[in-house]
């Protein structure tokens, strides 16, 4: 079997069909709840007020699980991190559901039940071994080698095999004898652009033909519920905002003078051109096209506090509420940039398809973007993002960039 590699990794759910574990979670999730109330509780857990403790923690659990699970199909973060998350999420909606209707609860219950149920989704995270892949050479699949990073040992034989990732458009022609072995085997077989995806979080620019489709896709109504969410949470977050704002702002005031604000050019959905205001960073005015490390010794040591948290975005909420940027999606690029961008990147455009955000998917990846080469890097998370759009996808990339702001994360 010369040219097949054996490839050994964990994929995201959504790649491996017969191993989906939804219907496994309703088992599961309801188990952490149910023995802890025993344990604590005895014969007193099914009294009717112990009993509706129990049934609501064990919906909170299950929540946690289904939404751990469908944000555990995307790469890039710890499983731990995701779990603790989102059993911290539900648990407090559900102390605030306890506490609005005056019901009874137990700290220590739910204390214990949420350790316990942490512990048993990550088992649950966890509790699959890496697929043991044949991947057949050619197109995508080379793209998938050098992501990997590492040279992988040749197969003798597909005995112990899980799976076939091939690039089915660009196969290797003495591949396709391995590929009808694996068909009458009865062997899933994997497209190598969606295994390059869900390991790397990107997308193959090199499949141009599939990827202008994005521009026509129908999302559904999921934009118009994401719309409304990001606003409703801006509208919620906007008394802490404008204190900090104002706090900033005497801090701009003192350190630079005026004016306390800058604004720039940058191009949203559809291409349209809007201004986006940040606080000033920088002494002097910034150079129109200039990319983020060109300018740095121009910087003040207030400047360099304020990027490292992104405190000098905190105007671009009013460009959310305006309707110009989401709080997540593509980074809108300087108009100058972006045209240059678009002349020499034949799929660039597609950027334009969604709104840009606050913080997006090659944001909390990649970071800046300088030159072509990493513009292209940052375009394939981009495209990414557009092509598995959703409120998942929406929620974990907000889950990474609180990470990403506390540890100063290519900030410039």
């Known amino acids: 079997m010369t040219g097949v590699s054996a490839l050994e990794l964990r994929i ?9 574990r939804s219907g496994l979670a309703w088992v599961l999730a309801p188990l952490p709840s149910l023995v802890s109330g025993l344990l604590l509780f005895g014969a007193a857990a099914w009294e009717r007020e112990v009993w ?71 088992l649950y995270l966890r509790g699959l071994p890496p697929m043991r892949l044949a991947l057949l050479p050619g197109g995508v699949a080379d793209g998938l080698l050098r992501a990997l990073g590492r040279e992988l040992p040749p197969l003798r034989g597909l005995e112990g ?19 009808a072995e694996a068909a009458f085997r009865g062997l899933p077989i994997l497209h190598a652009a969606n295994v390059y995806e869900g390991y790397t979080g990107r997308v193959p620019l090199e499949l141009a033909e599939g990827l202008f489709a994005l521009a026509e896709r129908d999302r559904g109504l999921y934009p118009l519920f994401k719309r409304a ?14 204190l900090v704002g104002f706090l900033v702002a005497l801090a701009v005031y003192l350190d630079l003078g ?28 910034p150079r129109e096209g200039a990319y983020a490390g060109e ?7 207030l400047g360099r506090f304020l990027r490292r948290y992104r405190l000098d975005e905190l105007p671009q909420l009013w460009n959310v509420l305006k309707g110009e940027m989401s709080l997540v999606g593509p980074r809108p690029e300087q108009r100058v940039l972006a045209e240059a961008y678009a002349r020499e990147i034949p799929l660039y455009p597609l950027r334009h398809t969604v709104r840009p955000g606050l913080t997006g998917w090659a ?50």
């Open 161 to 179: 095999v899980e799976g076939v990732v091939a690039d089915l458009h660009r196969l290797d022609p003495k591949a396709l004898p391995l590929l």
């Open 229 to 242: 969410w990001e606003v409703g949470l801006v509208l919620l977050l906007s008394p802490l905002a404008l």
């Open 52 to 122: 509706l403790l129990v049934g609501l923690t064990a919906l909170a659990h299950l929540l946690a699980f289904l939404a751990t699970e469908r944000m555990a199909r995307y790469p890039g973060q710890e499983s731990w991190s995701l779990a603790g998350f989102n059993l911290l999420l539900f648990t407090l909606f559900l102390v605030a559901v306890l506490a609005m209707g005056r019901l009874y609860y137990s700290r220590s219950y739910l204390l214990a039940a949420t350790l316990l149920a942490f512990l048993l989704l990550l």
């Open 258 to 285: 005026r004016p306390i604000l800058f604004a720039q050019e940058r191009v949203g959905l559809g291409g349209r051109v809007f201004r986006v205001y940040k606080f000033r960073t920088m002494r002097g005015e």
């Open 295 to 301: 300018e740095q010794d121009r910087i003040t040591p």
């Open 363 to 412: 944001q909390v990846h990649q970071g800046y973007a300088e030159g072509k080469e990493e513009t292209l890097v940052k375009l394939s998370y981009d495209l990414y993002y557009i092509k598995h759009l959703s409120f998942f996808l929406d929620l974990r990339i907000l889950l990474r960039t609180v990470f990403v702001v506390l540890s100063g994360f290519r900030a410039r």
């Open 12 to 20: 995201p759910h959504r790649l491996a069909q017969t191993r989906s």
